[in-house]
């Protein structure tokens, strides 16, 4: 009796624990067979074609307006801070730095993270419950090839050009704040960054930017391709998509820093 | 009987506690029409996802051509499925393509027919369903029920497999529409010669496009038989379900 009551006591704290590894399990072998899918025949080129187009060319505003306004917002707050010590002239320099190592990258993945993992939750949740992904598999066509490994690569591409392109409007953005409200020099000011512009702060952007896309594109597909239960799951999956998604594009954000720069 | 086209034996499955197939045995002869009946939740979309490899049952054995399906991998599994065709309850049609090339899929994605030539047989497939050639450059979403029905089975058609699965395929229609379905899947099954499963609830669609009957209750087989032995049975499930009755052996769990 005593006993029983143990047990049931301890099954009922144990069932979160053997759910919650039995998600990492089946998440971890959603991973395995994507990648694997990643880098074998056949590639549906049409597919990846209007991923890059979904992801790429229609996130170009939302990553605009994201980076203009953190390159002015950095260069405004640095300005005022550093007049403190006497450390004005350091702006340029701190706007290229916090753009091209931090804004640029996260806050656009962030972004996409919104727009488009939860346009791919919603879609292949969708055609989960409405058994599409079940008809591809009668169709003799694999459905990881099908959906998943073209918004992988769509992911793994495009964020790194989207930051790319961010970090120029961003360090854009602090020239403008910084040229026409702070009163500096312009030459000075685009010299100033030009010198200190080091290749590492522009290839930590851009590994993380593919680290990100990966990741954004990846739960996106995990969450739509695991959805069940009609309308209801297919929102549950779109919500679980993009908040996954963006704690783990902060916490591997801090990940990539601390392996490039901490010595 | 002539050439067995797909064995099940003994076939078990479960979802966690429940139950669904508890040893299912069924023989299905090549060319022949079996309609699987049986109420909702009796595990029938389960038995054809099974067959199919959509899900791996626990326990039991399931032959195609005398050749294994449970536990066979992906390559293979993508063979077993170039000889069926699968006509699904909501249709399950791609709705970011176009109606033609919905039932082009297969020939364009895997036996790599050029464009012009699948389209052209796609309209091809599509008018023997009784749809306009019109109707093939719309998206899936502008069609009807009834509509969307006939696009999924000319998808299921076009590749001509040998065996073809019909999920509820007269559910949500009206009685006329219905009949129309059940001709079009009497005409295509016949024409190609194919062996066809079929589950539903709807009986006269069931006496309608069955060779033979089997009836799905509690995860087991517990009738089959030709339509007019079905008439004649004493079989209490059987009486009970084709006369639609809430007394019975059958319990409805409310």
Partial sequence: MFLNSIENFLRRQGQPLVKFFFRLGEFSLFVAQ????????????????????????????VVGLTTIFAGMVIALQSYSGFMRFGAEGAV????????????????????????????????????????QIDALVTLSTNPFKYLVVPRVWAGLIVMPLLVLLG?????????????????????????????????????????????????ISIMGCYNGYKSKGGAQGVGAATTNAVVSASILILIFNYIITELFFSK | MADTKIKIKNLHKAFGRKI??????????????????????????????????????????????????????????????????MLFQGGALFDSLTVWENVAFDLIENRGMGKKEAKAEAVRVLRSVGLASDVADLSPSELSGGMQKRVGLARAIASKPEIIFFDEPTTGLDPIMSDVINNLIIKSVKELGATALSITHDMTSARKIADRIAMLYKGKIVWEGTVKEMDKTDNPYVCQFINGCSDGPIKVEV
């Fill in chain 2, 20 to 85: 669904v197939l508890s040893g299912v045995n069924l023989e299905i002869a090549k060319g022949e029409s079996l309609v699987v009946i049986g109420g909702s939740g009796t595990g029938k979309s389960v038995l054809i996802k099974c067959i199919q490899g959509l899900i791996t049952p626990e326990s039991g054995s399931i032959l195609v051509d005398n050749r294994e399906v449970v536990g066979i991998d992906e390559e293979e599994k993508e063979k077993l499925h170039s000889k069926m065709g």
């Fill in chain 1, 167 to 215: 970090d120029v409007i961003g360090i854009f953005g602090g020239y403008v704040v910084g040229v026409y409200k702070l009163g500096f020099n312009p030459a000075n000011y685009i010299n100033s960054t030009l010198q200190d512009l080091q290749a590492i702060d522009i290839t930590t952007g851009v590994v993380k930017a593919a680290v990100f896309g990966f990741i």
């Fill in chain 1, 34 to 61: 994507a990648v694997y899918n990643c880098f074998t025949m056949p590639i549906y080129w049409r597919n990846l074609w209007r991923q890059v187009v979904d992801m790429g060319f229609y996130s170009l505003p």
């Fill in chain 1, 92 to 131: 340029a320099s701190v706007v290229l730095i916090s753009v091209t190592r931090e804004l640029a990258p996260v806050l656009s993945a962030l972004m996409v993270a919104g727009r488009i993992g939860a346009a791919m939750a919603a879609e292949i949740g969708t055609m989960r419950v409405t058994e």
